[in-house]
């Protein structure tokens, strides 16, 4: 029996987490309430307190589980591809597509850092999308008195960009030009 308690148990903390990321995607963290997840995922409050502790520790697991996420679908774009070079390249256009897809730009980008604090969400990142593009870069040839600055300016220059595309009227078009641009980045930063 307790095996079905325990899968019971992480089913029920998986519902509250994609509700909560629904949630927070489309309305912000301001605008939800810990009722508001659990009437959305079927659960009482309670189980909600009981997985997560409180809102900002909901909040810190849906941020921790698109970094992941993001993280993921850059590892997977380069390795589909072969040579250091490409193999940056494609991880950076799979992390400027996988920021923009909701619910990540919102969740991490706009109110991410504020509600899990500055330092606890660029170690997030470090742990990451930027660990993955610091060794990125430095398989691109990039000297290594330089990835740290590289990987910071790269990072930033791709969370604008985000920003930027889910802010444009017209995001199929800014999402084009976008990556149109972080090529020229990309062959600027490299030697």
Do not use: C
Request: charged share 25%.
């Amino acid at each position: 029996m307790p095996r079905a308690s325990a899968a019971a148990a992480a089913e029920t903390a998986r519902r509250i987490l994609d509700s909560a990321s629904d949630l927070f995607a489309a309305n912000g963290f301001a605008d939800i309430s810990v009722d508001d997840v659990a009437r959305e995922a079927g659960v009482t409050r309670g189980a909600v307190y009981h997985h997560y502790r409180n809102k900002q520790g909901l909040f810190g697991a849906v941020v921790a589980r698109l970094q992941a996420r993001i993280a993921a679908d850059v590892v997977d774009a380069a390795t589909a591809v072969d040579g250091p070079q490409e193999q940056l390249r494609a991880g950076s256009h799979a992390f400027l597509d996988a920021i923009t897809a909701a619910p990540a730009v919102r969740v991490l980008l706009v109110d991410g850092p504020a509600v899990v604090g500055w330092r606890r969400w660029r170690e997030l990142d470090a742990r990451n999308s930027a660990a993955h593009l610091r060794d990125a870069l430095r398989d691109a040839g990039v000297a290594e008195s330089l990835v740290d600055a590289t990987t910071a300016q790269l990072s930033g220059a791709m969370n604008e960009a985000a920003l930027w595309i889910a802010q444009h009227r017209e995001p199929a078009a800014a999402r084009e030009q976008a990556h149109a641009v972080l090529d020229r980045i990309l062959a600027a930063a490299l030697p």
